[in-house]
T-cell receptor, first 112, second 115 residues
Framework: DQQVKQNSPSLSVQEGRISILNCDYTNSMFDYFLWYKKYPAEGPTFLISISSIKDKNEDGRFTVFLNKSAKHLSLHIVPSQPGDSAVYFC???????????FGKGTHLIIQP | GAVVSQHPSWVICKSGTSVKIECRSLDFQATTMFWYRQFPKQSLMLMATSNEGSKATYEQGVEKDKFLINHASLTLSTLTVTSAHPEDSSFYICSASARGLGIQYFGAGTRLSVL
């Protein structure tokens, strides 16, 4: 049973527009959420995180929103740039030294 | 961000041989290191968690005698795939976190191909 779900395998967005990637989780014990970006044959690169005590965290072009009641989080990238094209993984944990539970990823394609 | 180095990046071996993969945190002390595996078009799956100086904790379904993990120092963890078989062919990725921080920094991964 998947505890972290990314229901969109791929997403195509025009350069300059906003990219919105979604993620749902089922485990109520998760209290720390992260987004990673990954290129083929490379390890994931950390982008941004949010703890369950917050509902929004912003870092430059990246903003993560957390809706605890809906067990839903989203990553907003604005404006989208060609270099943002990659697979984005949502991950969750109980915090601290816990391992991460990953979603299956969303392949973001930024079109010129 | 913090740098995690993983070596080798690609290894091809014969069935029945053992392969060792190294994971190093280059600019911070990693109290905890993690090992993940990713099959094609699948997500990363946690295999085990290791804390420096203690035995690794394996996830359900991961054979501890097949995947030996050593975390001898705060900057180095190794994963040894013993008696590798073709079904062990996969992409293995390590990550490291510093004390008290939930962020994990990942290595570049190791592509293992068992013939």
């Amino acid at each position: 049973d998947q505890q972290v779900k990314q229901n969109s395998p791929s997403l195509s967005v025009q350069e300059g527009r906003i990219s919105i990637l979604n993620c749902d989780y089922t485990n109520s014990m998760f209290d720390y959420f992260l987004w990673y970006k990954k290129y083929p044959a490379e390890g994931p690169t950390f982008l941004i995180s949010i703890s369950s005590i917050k509902d929004k965290n912003e870092d430059g072009r990246f903003t993560v929103f957390l809706n605890k009641s809906a067990k839903h989080l989203s990553l907003h990238i604005v404006p989208s740039q060609p270099g943002d094209s990659a697979v984005y993984f949502c991950a969750s944990s109980g915090g601290g030294a816990d391992g991460l539970t990953f979603g299956k990823g969303t392949h973001l394609i930024i079109q010129p | 961000g913090a740098v995690v180095s993983q070596h080798p990046s690609w290894v091809i071996c014969k069935s029945g041989t053992s392969v060792k993969i190294e994971c190093r945190s280059l600019d911070f002390q990693a109290t905890t290191m993690f090992w993940y595996r990713q099959f094609p078009k699948q997500s990363l799956m946690l295999m085990a968690t290791s804390n420096e100086g203690s035995k690794a904790t394996y996830e359900q379904g991961v054979e501890k005698d097949k995947f030996l993990i050593n975390h001898a120092s705060l900057t180095l963890s190794t994963l040894t795939v013993t008696s590798a078989h073709p079904e062990d062919s996969s992409f293995y990725i390590c990550s490291a976190s510093a004390r008290g921080l939930g962020i994990q920094y990942f290595g570049a991964g190791t592509r293992l191909s068992v013939l």
